[in-house]
């Protein structure tokens, strides 16, 4: 008998006749020779049967891997498009608030929590005489008369504590040493997490309005008090 083995386990078994000399020397070579080659098919068909089923355990895992990577794919793009949507509002918020900032009546000044021009439109600096880039970087005092230093300091560290004010009227020196009456108007801008960032300032010229609010009270104390000479005159000449 010829014994098939393949990974240590007996397979088949080749009978040989028993009686001796019944088959010859070439005839039982032939018979490993033919064990052999049962085996080797043996072990061709347990490797392929092997190399089958981690194929198909690979290509679940292939497919598995394929539809996480779709998926994380998918939220990407849906993230990349909502950022690219929110980047383009901001973007357009920008444009708006800056052609507002530019083309504003206006006088606007940003300005630091520690007093300091950050950026100013070029009304601000044509109101006070300045050139724009003398203003930023200037301390805010020195650009209001000094009664007022005080004031802008209070006002500052009450606006930083989340109160607001109403309109109120500020007295601004100018570049030629001349004073400005103003009218403005402040807001606390908040940074990520309401955090302060800056401290926004819109600043009206309302001197022309003060001299005419003068004459008009001069020509109310008609005529006792006015200082010209008058002359009153019937309707009908």
């Known amino acids: 008998h010829i014994p098939i083995i393949t990974n240590h386990s007996t397979a088949m078994l080749i009978g040989i006749h028993h009686k001796k000399g019944f088959f010859s020397k070439k005839h039982v070579r032939l018979a490993e020779r033919f064990a052999a080659l049962a085996v080797q098919a043996l072990q061709s068909a347990e490797l392929y049967a092997l190399l089958d089923e981690k194929k198909k355990t690979l290509e679940l895992t292939v497919a598995e ?16 498009a909502e950022r690219r949507s929110a980047e383009e509002i901001a973007r357009k918020n920008e444009i708006r608030y800056r052609s507002l900032f530019e083309r504003t009546n206006d006088a606007v000044f940003f300005v630091s929590l520690d007093g300091i021009c950050l950026n100013a439109n070029q009304q601000a600096a044509d109101m006070l005489g300045y050139e724009l880039d003398e203003l930023i970087g200037i301390q805010v005092e020195e650009i209001v008369i000094p009664s007022e230093h ?10 930083q504590s989340g109160q607001t004010y109403p309109v109120y009227q500020r007295t601004y020196k100018k570049k030629d040493g ?3 009456r103003t009218e403005m108007s402040t807001a606390l ?8 960032a800056h401290i926004q300032y819109i600043v009206r010229d309302i001197s022309e309005r003060e001299r005419n609010a003068a004459e008009i009270r001069a020509l109310a104390k ?16």
């Open 65 to 80: 891997r394929t539809a996480e990577l779709l998926n994380v794919n998918e939220k990407l793009l849906a993230e990349n």
């Open 150 to 159: 005080d004031d802008v300091r209070s006002k500052i560290e009450t606006l």
């Open 178 to 180: 001349t004073t400005l």
């Open 222 to 237: 008609f005529p006792e008090e006015n200082p010209s000479a008058v002359l009153r005159v019937s309707s009908t000449g």
């Open 189 to 196: 801008a908040l940074k990520e997490y309401g955090n302060p």
